[in-house]
């Protein structure tokens, strides 16, 4: 019988040995909730990477990770910016009316799925200045963004400079972070900070880069981070044996294994764009691929066992993981370039 | 050095061999989300279990899983009846507030943190019913209960009777059923059944139990689970790698080994009890221990290496858990008898 | 000094002098919040009119009346569907969000901002039914329109059969419903039936049509009103004088007092409409026009002393109320053909 | 026919003529919402007022006007602490859970429904400060209290201090303010500032003396004036015809009369109080009077056309109002005392 190819998404693929191995350690008896000398060491941790104070908390999802930081800027009454395409939009089930107490979510238009100022001031100009009308708080953006296209950091610099004047928070959905920051290049530390640029939050993705139920949220202010962990256990996203979940983090940050892991992702992308870059919808900037492809081609690439999702009706979407084989990938651009 | 002999609680308990085996397993490829093969399973499994049809969720904690069961239960502007010391109450940062969208918990008394239909009277009769007051709309009761009491199968028809008259649903915060199941006594069957009564939902704990990161909402109600796996999905709880936790699950309800591990949990709690019957502030009808102690005997205990929590001025708590060494508990036994 | 010739809006006109000696009689003691014999007349009032069995309750503005409503049929979960330029969506402050804990508010468009089936169906048929997206609830619709446009009884019952097929409330913000019943035409009776069709709840505007505090919320479904009740209280809307709020209602209704006063509004739109029918953007069907105008035009009426709103850059919009003067009215028609 | 002598509440009292003429006079056109000139005067009025900086928002309701402002204190994860009998507890069907977006309410203990410091650190004091249990965010008084106590400066001086050293905000439902202020005496302002005391807001009650249906929220933080703007909007509490509040609390301001008023009040509660202090289940501070009677006492009493509450099974609750005719307080006091 064959193997699936798989490359549906990066969110189901299996965990890492490093992350498997640090939570068979963890095994021994800690402080519950985040007392534990794992959640303890996040902080510092974080900190060391991005060279700028910060606090870090665990939970188990992105979702979670974007509305409880999104939460620290944003009033009830107040609205979040984020592009008409952006996850927390599209497909959250409407979590941040949940966590936000029924914020709004404002959509702003932007090309590759990114926000521009530009962008944002055409949404958020026309606003009236006055109760009748709900005002932004904060601007989500998302690195790398739904289309796989990753902010530089002076794209990410113009951001923070337009959301200061307008005196707006702004977060981002690091889903695929790591993704990002590999394709800025670099070391670590470089990497991290020029993908994250000066954000006030980051929801930090390890799930779909090697973890098992881990992201972090990743707050710069200090009274944000306070706010955070009452919020946290109020959400019920507080888990008792939470050293289990520091345990996968610190094991992707260590020796950089979750930049290796995005790394490794990106170049089996490369290795697809390079058969069909003529039918590429979007730059390959991560780990995702938009391919015009018909009906009919995509059943040809699935009979020889490629799975993949179609992106409406003339495309598909292909995404590498961190366990992707480089042979299914180049293989997969092969059988594309040759349909 | 001498080894600590850990009574503090069952929460941070180790994960049981079993299961991370069954999670390891889990790392094949399947789907995202709880399309995978074991989160589908789950729904059988514990209508098996339960002998009543049911949907059952995984959730990565017993908040959760009480919040969004009582959510189907509970509107807005109503209220859920709970015991005055219950865990929703004083231990989960106002989690019921967030998901119940502002409804409120009345607090009734009972011996032992248990309810009875005549605490519940004594609560609510005296709300006109009028709309100046909230009105109660569910009953949420702890099995077993905050003070390792043991609801019995006629208790629990009585408060189902009570609540079918005064149209509340009612909900089983079971963070320790496996330990009341246990207390009961019988079948894997024959214990779950007996423990749940006619409850309209259950939160199944398994993370005390051997457990890493995974509870059970089970819903005997169909429309009831429909809103869950919105409202799941909404609260950031909807994990896209599912099927590790269905793994956990599984594992724990294969051939019984929740009941086992409970069992086990419980007879360390007796073999402590066995010291100490004259001090105790409940009957040990779990693995919950509330032992009379004062400053100086908790300090003698402790300079032996005894690890737990002092529960007020003049008492401690002590905690069994699935791998709570025997020796550890007659040795504890002992301890408090020789004071 | 010259009078001003106001057509800025009818929410701020004076009280109609029966509304006044209604309110005045009212002086007579009675029972609180809703227990006077005023308040405790509507539901009868309200059902004789519409000729079906209905609930009605005053509260002291549209937002709360259309959110109270749409809170009946919209779990925190779902969304509403309405127009992308819907009051509630464009100048309620966020009002759903909060009253519906946290639903959406789904834009679909529709010629003179009103719905139709074919709209909403091609917002609502791409939503994927599952739980990562949020699901229609409700569709709420606006008689008259945000352009001053009224729905024909086919209109209706072709939006009604819609949303009965998908399982959607049907909710109508009514601010000017008086205003389309009048344009539709017939008793008092006739034209409420025409212009509700078969909602499921409406929000029966008086205050812009000579009343001062108070809109009825009207619902058709009885477990609806039951749920209302409470939910006014717990929004802050239940007043302790609710007999001088259920006085206006009720001095309005007498004798078709509101239908009488919007058809002078109508009356004095038309009236305007005669000078100025090549520059409309919308058929008048109510008491509201959009007038093409430039800037100068605009500058040149206020000088002749005529009050009213631009409407973007290029034109201006004129409402007419129930004390409109006619003969402002001929002068403005006159004032914009002289241009 | 015998005329009833009504002792049942002031809540549903007649309105004041000055305050009709007021609203009459408000019947001139002006901007809709609180543009208009009267609402305007608002913030100015009550800085003079109270002398020191405040803003001031009508709103319809207490309910209301409480919690707009104590939703600028409180966070959702956060608590109100307010005495177990406070109205916002007790009789306000759940509104500040509505508003505060799930926040908790935390009952302390006092005497005569006033809380103290003492009363405050009792409750207070034993919750742990992690993010298991619910925070106490701020603390809510009633000026006159449920039992028709007043607090003296020294008293609100001890709180607020109590409230800066603990970082809680400190809010003051004035449902009868009035009557407090009337009963610590003094001019208009002497008294006003007296019974306020240094609270950071007060809901400043007009209803219950002579107003028809405005509230004042009184907030001497700008900060929270400007949310309490945006989400008095959202809450559905900003009428379009503000100016007829807005008139109402102005007549009630204007020479003193809301002093007057409740100066009348409080005489006919002391002209009953005459008759019956052996009663007297609290000293009479304000207009409320809870007077131990049994049931044939109270079958007498309506026999001779006294209206009243019973309050619990042994006695009854008179309430005097601003046009309660001294004749009718001097009768029932000795009717009382003809027992």
């Keep these: 019988m064959s193997v699936l190819k798989p490359f549906l998404s990066d969110n189901a693929a299996a965990v890492h040995p490093r992350v498997w191995e640090a939570m068979r350690r963890a095994d021994e008896p800690d402080a519950p909730y985040d007392g534990d000398a794992l959640s303890q060491a ?56 949940f966590f936000l107490h029924g914020a709004k979510l404002m959509l702003a238009e932007g090309e590759g799925a ?20 709900v005002q932004p708080h904060a601007i989500a953006i998302t690195q790398a963004s739904e289309y796989g296209r990753s902010y530089r950091p002076a ?34 530390e470089d990497a991290a900070r020029a993908a994250s640029g000066p954000v006030d939050s980051l ?8 973890g098992l139920g881990a992201e972090a949220v990743v707050l710069f202010d200090p009274e944000a981070a306070a706010q955070v962990r009452y919020r946290r256990k109020r959400a019920g996203h507080l888990q008792c044996k939470g050293r289990y979940l520091a345990a996968q983090i610190l094991a992707l940050l260590e020796d950089g294994l979750w930049l290796a892991n995005a790394a490794h ?39 020889q066992d490629f799975a ?32």
């Excluded at 690091?174 to 670590?188: Q, Y």
């Excluded at 929801?203 to 090697?210: L, P, R, T």
């Excluded at 730059?283 to 059943?299: G, Q």
């Excluded at 409406?312 to 040759?338: C, H, P, Q």
Aim: hydrophobic letters at 50%.
């Design 308 to 339: 993949f999702y179609d992106w409406g009706a003339e495309s598909a979407r292909f995404v590498t993981a961190w366990n992707t084989r480089l042979e299914d990938a180049v293989a997969l651009g092969k059988a594309i370039a040759a349909l």
């Design 203 to 210: 929801a930090f993705g390890f799930i779909k880069n090697g």
């Design 42 to 97: 996040l902080d510092a941790r974080f900190t060391a990477l991005f060279g700028r104070e910060c606090a870090a908390l665990w939970v188990a999802t992105g979702t979670a990770a974007n509305c409880l930081a999104l939460g620290t800027m944003v009033q009830p009454h107040g609205a979040v910016v984020c592009h008409r395409e952006a996850h927390i939009e599209v497909d959250e089930g409407g979590a941040p009316g």
């Design 114 to 133: 990114k926000l521009t100022p530009e962008g944002i001031a055409a949404l958020v100009d026309p606003i009236r200045n006055d109760v009748h009308q």
């Design 265 to 303: 992702a990106n170049a089996a992308a490369r290795e697809v764009a390079a058969g069909c870059a003529d039918r590429l919808l979007h730059p390959v900037e991560a780990n995702e691929l938009f391919v015009r492809l018909t009906v009919p081609e995509r059943a040809a690439l699935r009979a």
């Design 155 to 188: 794209e990410l610099a113009a951001l923070a400079d337009f959301a200061r004047a307008r005196r707006l928070g702004l977060h981002m959905d690091g889903a695929r972070f790591a993704n990002a920051a590999a394709f800025l290049g670099g070391s670590p």
